[in-house]
Every structure is written in C-alpha cells, then in structure tokens.
C-alpha cells in the first residue's frame, strides 16, 4: 500500500532529493517537509474534483426514537462505530428497516453478548466467525413488545457432517422455551439450514437460546431477530415540500400523528429530518454516504485511493514542487499528468453505467 | 541516447590544504575546511596518512615510575635511542630487549636535546638534558661526559664549523658556549672554545648555511664566522621570537620554527626585515592559536616534504585527542612552491626524529607511555596494548559554483583517487552549509574494483586485475539533494591502505532562485 512516506519519497526521488524513513519522517525539514505538504494538498485536490469516490463510500443506520423528528448526519463513530463525517450523503439510498435486535448476531469476532446457559461455546473464525456449539447452550435476552410479531432467522452449519440438531429457543426465561421450541438439522451438508420462524411476544424481555446437546460440533452463523415489520423506500423531499406539506402535521405536540416515517429531508442545519415523526425505537433508517477523506499524518498512513492512483497523487504533489522549485517547465508536464489521470479516475470510478427508465406515473387509467 | 543537456559539471583539482582564513567565496574548490588525518601529497592531492608500529616491542625500562615518558627517540648508528626517567638505552627494531646506555641524569624536566657530529671519522651524537652535563656517544656505544669546565646543564647543543655550541644552561640562559673546533670536551678559550651572550633567554640553536641562528623569546641572532677569532653575532629580528627550539627544523631549503604568531621561516623573516609576510601559517592561525606549550615537537619527514609539528596539551591529555600539524611544502599549479596544511590527530608524541637507516628513512617518536613508535608505518595507530583506527576527515568549501543565487540540483560526484588497497571510504554531500533546515543525505559509500594490479594486494585478483594498472579510479556516485551551495565531505575510518584523493566533479542540474 502507498503509504504518506511512499508517496512523498516518490516526489523526493523525482527531485533527485533526499528521502525520508520512518524513523525521520517526522523530523522532515525544508524541502521534504514541503513535499509532504505537497502530498496532501494534491489528495485535496483529487477528492475535491471528484464527487461519489468508491473508496470514500459508507453506509450507515440511524435508530429511531419515538417523536423525535431530526437526527443527526454522520460524524466520527456517530450514528454508528466506524462512521466518519459525511460529505455527500446519498438521498436516494434511504430506507427504513426493522432494527436488529440481537446484539452480536453475526459472530464477527468473537461471541460476546451470549450467555451461557451449559457447556463450553466458543467462537470459530470460519465464514466471517461463528459460535460453535458442542454440549452446550447459549442464550440472549431482548427487548421485545407484547403482541407484537418478531421475526427469527437462524443459520445452522454442520462441519462434522454429524447429521445432530440444535434446538432454537424462544422464551420468556433464560433457557425457556415457553414461546417456541424449533430443532434444525443440516440435511444438505456444506450448504448449511436455515430457519425462519415468527413469533408473538409475551412479555417485554424474550430470551433466545440455542441449544446442541450432542457432542458434535455444530456452528451457528448468525442469529437475527426483529421486528415483522416491511422495509420500504424513504423518498427524498426538500426542505421547502417538507415544510410546505408536513411541517405543520410534523410539528404538532399530538403522539397521534406520530407514524412508521414515510420521508426524510435536509434540514436547513444540515440534519436529517423525519417525516412523519417516527412512532417508536424500533426503526432503523439506513442509508449509504460519501465520508470526508483524512488528511495523512503519520508515515504509515495510506489514502483512501487505490495504490494504482498514487502517480495522480505524485503528478499533482510534483506539480506544486517544481512551483516552489521556479520550475515552470516541468510544473506544467507534471500538472499534465495529472489532469489526464485524473480523467481516466473519474471515467474508472465515478461515472455509472446508465440506462433509460421512466419514473413517471400514468393516472389516467385510460385513453385520452 | 539520454539527454544530459541540462547537467553542468564542476571540475577540481585537489590542492591547497586547510584554509581557515577566508570566506568560502575567495577559497578554491580543492582547498579544504577540514583536513585531519589527510596530508597534501606531493603527487597532487590528499592523501590519508600512514599509521605507527611499535619500533621495538619493548617498552623503554623505565626509571623510578611506571608514568614516565619517553623524553628522547633519537635515530643514530642504525638504531634508536630512547631516554626515560633519566636514563638512556637503545635497540633495534623488533623484539630485542633495549640495552642500557646512560645513567643518572636525573629526572627530566624536558625532552633531551642532541646532534649528530663527525669530527674524526667515527659518528657522534651529543645528548643535553638539562639536568646534567651532556653527553657524547659514539658509534661503539661509548659515553662521554662532558664535563670540562665551562660546561653545565645545557639543554641546547648544536654544531657549527666544527664547534660545539651549547645553550640553555638554567643560571644562564642568555648565555651560549662553544667547545674549541672539533674538541668534545674542552671550552678554553685558548684552545678556541669561548662565551656568547645575547640579551634574551635562548630557546634554541639551529645552523642553516653559513650561520648559527640563535633563537632567543623575543629575539633572533644569526652567528657568522668559522672560528672563535671571527665569530660575529648579528641580529635578524628583535621582534619576534621562537616559543620552543624544539619546533625548529631545517625544511624545504628553509628553517621554520614556531613563533608567537605562527609558523614562519628565518629565510623570510630575515629577507623581508621581519614583517608580517614572514608568516607561513596565517590560512590555519585558528589552529596555531591553540597551541600550548606543554611539550611542543616536530621532525621533518624528507621524502614528502613534510613538516610535522605535535602539541599534546598534558600528560592526562586522552591519547586520541592529541593533535599536531602538517605542514607541506608542494608546487602550486600557478607555478612556485607553496606551504599546504593539514591537521594531525591520535598522535601524542613525546619527542620525536626521523633520520635514515639503512638508506631508509625512519620517522621514530616517543610516546607518553613509554614505547617508542615508528611512524609511516602500517594502517592503524598503535598504542601500548590495543591500536585505533585512524579517522580521516576532508570536507571542501561550500562550492557555490559561480552562482549562489541559484540552486544545484546535484546529480552525480565522480571522484579521482589513487589507491594502493581496497577502499571502503565514506562521503557525505552537505548543501547550504549544513544548514538544519535543509535535508542532508546520507553518506554514499566508495569502494575501489578488483582491476588495479598492486603486487600483494587481495583484490588483485588474477584474471582480473589488469596488468600495470595504477591503481588510480574515476568513480561515478549518483547522489540526491539540492542547495545553493554544495559541500563534500570525505570519512575515512577503515583500516585499508592510504588512499590519495585527486580530484573530484560535481554534476548538477542548475534550478531556479527560490
């Protein structure tokens, strides 16, 4: 990967100048410390020609609070960990969701979150990890609403091709299986079993165990729970339609026009409006965006770009060395450069493949 | 065919020595700021010194302390003679065991002073220690005491028209007595022997030409004549004097000698009425300023037309930081001869000669730990039980190459040098006079290849060494950096063969001003 002293040595070697290490990339003086400069400047300048780069792409989730109608856009870790301060937020990406209620259902890294109920689980790193089960049980209590549909999906996988079964369980107490009582076997060995089952809470804590009280190895890929409710499409208003149709519903101290939201806009402070106000927790909102890029700092920093852009980089870096260096002559063929890569960049990454469609909407039923 | 349109190349010849007087501007690209353990070589260039051995593996017997120094190394009857604690002794080289010559001549207040005669057929060399009457040996390692009346704890001795001429006596120290001619113990003055006084304390006698030059504190006499009947005592200067008889040496058709301002010449001073031209060693005066005058000596070493000039500050003073200075006398492209300096370092002599064994010149000094060293010889200083490696510095002026407004992209530096063994010498290039806002690059390493042919040399492989090759190289380094002035530096610590360097060319793309 070209890291910040790649490309700065890269500029230097251009130079005939001398180079940086590790050990004294901080200590840069004169001229390196220059070209350093340099090569942020011209990171700048490439993220600040291009809008919609592949690699500064993210998507994130907002959960939603009963009668809160404005959230807050991405910055660092906010909504979620790993999310950075946006610069483009797609608007036509959003999308409501029921909201994950497990925690820790995918067994990423490890299988916090899980108590054990018998036995010694433990986590396996096959597949993206998972929890392996052998005589042994574990469960997880959620928050849950009474008479409210909930949908369960369980993956099973049996690497030990032993043909035994785990049962899903559905309670309301630890190990309970007072909701639902399911038993899952792999038949297709290698493709893993699946489960979907829905149920009704009973109470305001449901606990879901898992349960292999054979002593084979059994792996469970994720565990996902949430509410039964649709995902559907968050079309985009402006702030203007917004206030002019659903501000004055919007803004009413009335629990009773609060609803599953329908649209969001921007506010004029630059945050996500909600429309109507959400009628509870349990919504996610997710939606895709363009993060700021980070400045390099440290020597082992590495952009965003892809390592087969770092000549556009260099070109543009070189560019404003030679302009410190008097050297117009070369400053123009290496400002040349860099506008013909940055060219084959946007035709690389950010210009889509389009087709025609249609999006409007015939009323008429009917021959005119 | 790649377009080097654009390189400028600087071409130097290395010449000059240290020059420590003048502003970059003025200095030429060969001359040197820094030159330690390089002495200007009378081939052209610089080259790195030659180290010391042990002359005999034996240390001088010692007398009442093991921390006695050695207060004289004299070459004489093909062996050396070496005094410690009072005592004298000789040997040869090798391993054989010193032989114990003189004894009782109290503990040495200074190094011995002595001169080498003939005045019947047989070498003599007269031995003054200043703490006892002098001493005369002869070739069959017989000792005379001098001791006639009229004689005392000389300190100087020198011989002149077949005179022996003594100085230094402590109760008299503007006093200088002179044996009847080619009497050894006798200063009646009815046999020719007789007294002269000047009105100044002598520190030294030296006979060049036709005169017996007497070198007072602040003062300088000249002796004329043959004999006692027409002796004449003429001054050369009542304005400078010599700050130690052991800094004087007969060099390059000359006498140079030591005096408060610096090197200088009798021939000069004596020419020019004692004016401040008489001074040889103004380009190194920083230097000369630091002169002490613990223990100040100097030999001549003929075959290079050297003159070296040692100055440790004190007993205590750390073996490696004792320092001396080279002096040679060299022909100047510009046509004439010229003095070129350069600095000593890791040698800390006690006393010193150089005369010739065997038809070989032999360059001994005695050291502050009671051995006696050859010197110009081997690769490496050594000491009682180890040996140093001899660290070699050169560094140029800051070259601004006829603009310093402008800067050098430097490309390349081909170097010339001339080596009798393998190279493993460092180089550094220091732009804007070493200025800590600049990147400096790291040191480029020299190395010669396996082609020149030296009889014994291991990189002198057969079939591939080409036959008479002289062992001189062009050596091309790609080097990195830019600055309006550029300055190379030379370190050259290994334990390899001297190496002399000729010349050298910098390749540079000139930029722009900023």
Known sequence: MATYLTLTNRVLNDLNEVQLTSSDFASARGIQTSVKNFVNRALHDIYNSLEEIPSLHKETYIVTKGGQRVYNLPSTDSPQTGDIAWRKIDWDTFRLTPNELITNPEFTSDISNWTTVSGSPSYVSTGNGRLQLNASEVTQSISTVKNTQYNLTVRLLDPSASGSSVTVKVGTTSGGTEILSESLTVIDTGNGKFLNKTFTATASTTYIGINNASSDNLDIDFVRVSENTEVKYLSYLTYEDWFNRYSTIDLQNNSDQYASPVHIYKTQSGQLGVSPVPNGDTYRITFEYWKIHTELSAYDDAPDLEDRYSDLVVARARYYTYNLRSDPEHAMIANREYEDGLKRLRSDLVNKEEYMTDKRINLRYGNA | MPNT??????????????????????????????????????????????????????????????????????????????????????????????????????????????????????????????????????????????????????????????????????????????????????????????????????????????????????????????????????????????????????????????????????????????????????????????????????????????????????????????????????????????????????????????????????????????????????????????????????????????????????????????????????????????????????AYTLSAGAGIAVYGLSISTYGTAVYGSSGANLVRQSVEGSGFTVALRVEEQSTNPPVSFKGYQLEFIPGGRR
């Open chain 2, 5 to 442: 349109s654009q390189i400028n190349p600087f071409v130097t010849s290395l010449g000059g020595g240290l020059i420590l007087n003048r502003d970059v501007f003025s200095m030429q690209p060969g001359e040197a700021l820094e030159l330690k353990n390089f002495e200007p070589d009378i081939t052209g260039g610089y080259k790195k010194i030659l180290g010391t051995t042990k002359y005999n593996d034996n240390i001088v017997p010692q007398v009442a302390s093991s921390a006695e120094r050695v207060v004289m190394s004299a070459v004489f009857n093909g062996v050396v003679l070496g005094a410690r604690g009072g005592s004298v002794h000789y040997a040869s080289s090798g391993a054989g065991s010193w032989t114990s010559l003189i004894t009782g001549l109290g503990t040495p207040t200074q190094n011995y002073e002595f001169r080498k005669f003939n005045f019947s057929g047989t070498d003599n060399i007269v031995i003054c220690s200043g703490t006892s009457t002098p001493r005369i040996v002869d070739t069959s390692y017989s000792v005379t005491n001098v001791n006639a009346t009229g004689s005392a704890n000389f300190k100087y001795v020198e011989v002149f028209k077949n005179h022996i001429f003594f100085s230094g006596d402590s109760s008299n120290p503007q006093s200088v007595k002179f044996m009847a001619p080619f009497e050894t113990n006798d200063f009646a003055t009815a046999s020719g022997g007789g007294e002269i006084r000047v009105d100044s304390t002598v520190t030294g006698l030296k006979v060049f030409r036709d005169s017996l030059f007497i070198f007072c504190n602040d003062e300088i006499f000249k002796l004329v004549g043959s004999s006692s009947a027409d002796f004449a005592l003429q001054p050369v200067t009542r304005k400078i004097g010599c700050i130690d008889g052991r800094s004087i040496q007969e060099f390059g058709g000359d006498v140079i000698f030591l005096a408060p301002d610096g090197l200088r010449t009798i021939a000069g001073t004596d020419r020019i009425g004692d004016v401040e031209l008489g001074t040889i060693s103004k380009q190194i005066q920083g230097i000369i300023e630091d002169i002490t005058t613990h223990n100040i000596n100097s030999l001549v070493i003929r075959e290079k037309s050297q003159y070296r000039l040692f100055y440790p500050t004190g007993d205590n003073q750390g073996e490696g930081a004792a320092k001396g200075i080279i002096c040679v006398i060299k022909g100047q492209p510009q046509g004439g001869a010229g003095f070129e300096y350069s600095e000593l370092i890791g040698l800390k002599v006690s006393c010193c000669d150089s005369d010739f064994i065997s038809s070989t010149e032999t360059v001994v000094s005695g050291g502050y730990d009671g051995f006696i060293y050859q010197q110009e010889s081997g690769n490496v200083f050594t000491r009682a039980a180890t040996t140093a490696t001899i660290s070699a510095f050169y560094r140029t002026p800051d070259i601004t190459m006829g603009d310093p407004g402008i800067r050098k992209s430097m490309q390349r530096v081909i170097w010339n040098y001339e080596n009798e063994g393998n190279v493993d010498t460092n180089f550094k290039l220091r732009y804007d006079f070493d200025s800590p806002s600049v990147p400096q690059p790291a």
